[in-house]
Nanobody
């Protein structure tokens, strides 16, 4: 069983930045993939960014050039640096880990972009 805990969410003005962090209880170096998803009110959960052990990093078109996903295997953390935030980025952001044993999710952290 792998536990994921997200942190770093909050309220930010448009154009601002936030850095989300996901701390894993398991060894993320052995994960097939680590990802960040988000879910806005009334919408389906969607992929924001993913790091795969073989195919590398992929971003949703809506965040390309603004968000950066990074992994620190020594600390077992996966971060999401979010720059030039827009009101449409408002959502609950979730961390996901993909292992042979299954997929694991964090509890989510709220990001609100508003003036």
């Amino acid at each position: 069983q792998v536990q994921l805990v997200e942190s770093g969410g909050g309220l930010v003005q448009p154009g601002g930045s936030l850095r989300l962090s996901c701390a894993a209880s398991g060894n993320i170096a052995s994960a097939h993939a680590m990802a960040w998803y988000r879910q806005a009110p009334g919408k389906q959960r969607e992929l924001v960014a993913i790091i795969r052990s073989i195919t590398g990093t992929i971003y949703d078109d809506s965040v390309k050039g603004r968000f950066t996903i990074s992994r620190d295997s020594a600390k077992n953390t996966v971060d999401l640096q979010m720059n030039n935030l827009k009101p449409e980025d408002t959502a609950v952001y979730y961390c996901k880990a993909v292992y042979l044993t299954g997929d694991y999710w964090g509890q989510g952290t709220q990001v609100t972009v508003s003036s």
